[in-house]
């Protein structure tokens, strides 16, 4: 009969102490909501970065291929050579 006065209390304070403050859940919520939208604009970022890259890289495999033809045209060495 003690045991049951004693676990009486402390259940109460158990499941007291487990309730989560709504507050607390809402602000946690809009955290992870804040960080998913910064990360998927990272992501497209990321993106547009990965273009630009891909673009700028064709536009120096066209100057090289231009630059390697006027060299054999005027019959200058190329690549240069090193010192």
Avoid: F, Y
Wanted: include cysteine; hydrophobic fraction near 45%.
């Amino acid at each position: 009969m003690r045991i049951i006065r004693l676990l009486g209390p402390l259940a109460v304070v158990v499941a007291l102490g487990s309730c989560v403050d709504p507050r607390a859940q809402a602000s946690t919520a809009q955290a992870v909501m804040d960080m998913s939208n910064a990360v998927t604009g990272m992501q497209q970022d990321v993106q547009d970065l990965k273009g630009t890259v891909d673009s700028l890289r064709a536009v120096v495999a066209h100057q090289d291929t231009l630059i390697e033809r006027l060299a054999t045209l005027t019959h200058v060495p190329w690549p240069p050579p090193r010192d």
